[in-house]
C-alpha cells in the first residue's frame, strides 16, 4: 500500500493515555510503563506519526499528570518540523470522559477521528490506513478486528444447591464464525463521533462506565460500524501476560527504544 505523503489535514488521531495500568502493578499510568526501554505512549506516537494519516495527535492524559505531556512535547521536538501538532488534555474518570476531552481539541475542521489506545503501541501502519480508508469511501465509524480462535461461551451464577458444583453454569455457546475482537485504532466522522458522546454524556453512571469502545457509542445511535481487518500485533497490553508476549514481538521486529 502506497502510504500519502502529506496527510489529509481534516484527520486526527486521539490517543487515550488516562488508564492507571493497576493490572500491570508497575505503580505508573499504564502509558509510562516501559516496552522495550521506551514507555508504552511513545511507541503509540511514532506508531501514528509514523503511519502519516493525521496532522494532529491529541493525548488525554491523567489528571495532574506532568511526564506524559512532557514526553509529548519531547516527542514533537525530536520528530521535527514534519511532526503532527501534538495537543495534551486531561483525561476523566473513565474512557469516555477522557475522549470527549480530546474532541474538545481537537482543531477546528477536523472532520475525521481515529481513537487509538496507548495500550496497543504495536499497531502496525496499515491498520491506520485501512481504518482511514473506509472513512474516506463515506463510513461514518469504523473499527479493525481479527477473529476470535476462541469457543466463547455465555455463562450465569449458579443458585440453590447448584452453587455447591461450581460458581457459574453455560447458558450458551456463541457462533465463533461471526465473532471478532475489536482493536484500535477505531475511526469515525467527527460529527458523528461528537453527537455519540454528547448523548453518553448524559447516561447514568452505571451505564457509563460500561463503555469499553467508542463503537459502542455510535451503535447506539445506530449508525453502522464497518469492520476491516486488524492485526494481531495490535494486542492490548493489560495484563503480565499480555507485556510478556509485547516484548517478544517487540523483539523479534528489532525496533530500537
Do not use: N
Not at 499504564?30 to 506516537?45: C, D, E, I, Q, S
Not at 474512557?95 to 474538545?104: E, F, H, I, N, P
Amino acid at each position: 500500500m502506497t502510504e500519502p505523503s502529506q496527510p489529509p489535514a481534516a484527520l486526527a488521531v486521539v490517543i487515550v493515555a488516562a488508564g492507571s495500568g493497576t493490572r500491570l502493578g508497575y505503580g505508573v499510568p499504564k502509558a509510562l510503563v516501559p516496552l522495550g526501554g521506551a514507555p508504552l505512549l511513545l511507541h503509540a506516537l511514532r506508531g501514528v506519526a509514523g503511519a502519516s494519516v493525521a496532522r494532529q495527535i491529541c493525548v488525554a492524559v491523567p489528571a495532574g499528570d506532568t511526564e506524559l505531556g512532557g514526553l509529548c512535547r519531547s516527542f514533537a521536538e525530536e520528530y521535527g518540523p514534519d511532526a503532527p501538532l501534538i495537543t495534551v488534555v486531561e483525561g476523566g474518570a473513565t474512557r469516555a470522559d477522557s475522549v470527549r476531552a480530546a474532541l474538545a481539541a481537537l482543531e477546528p475542521g477536523t472532520e475525521r477521528v481515529l481513537v487509538h489506545d496507548a495500550a496497543r503501541p504495536l499497531a502496525p501502519s496499515d491498520v491506520f490506513h485501512r481504518v482511514a480508508d473506509a472513512l474516506e469511501r463515506g463510513a461514518h465509524a469504523v473499527i479493525p478486528a481479527v477473529p476470535v480462535s476462541d469457543t466463547i461461551k455465555s455463562t450465569a451464577p449458579t443458585e440453590g444447591d447448584a452453587a455447591a458444583i461450581a460458581g457459574e453454569v453455560v447458558t450458551g455457546t456463541a457462533v465463533r464464525e461471526q465473532l471478532r475482537a475489536v482493536q484500535t485504532p477505531q475511526g469515525f466522522d467527527a460529527g458523528t463521533l461528537t453527537r455519540a458522546h454528547e448523548l453518553a454524556s448524559g447516561w447514568p453512571e452505571e451505564q457509563a462506565a460500561g463503555i469499553t469502545d467508542d463503537a459502542m457509542l455510535v451503535e447506539s445511535l445506530g449508525v453502522p460500524v464497518y469492520v476491516v481487518p486488524g492485526d494481531l500485533r495490535a494486542l492490548k497490553i493489560t495484563t503480565p501476560t499480555d507485556y510478556v508476549l509485547a516484548e517478544a514481538l517487540l523483539s523479534a521486529e528489532g525496533v530500537a527504544p
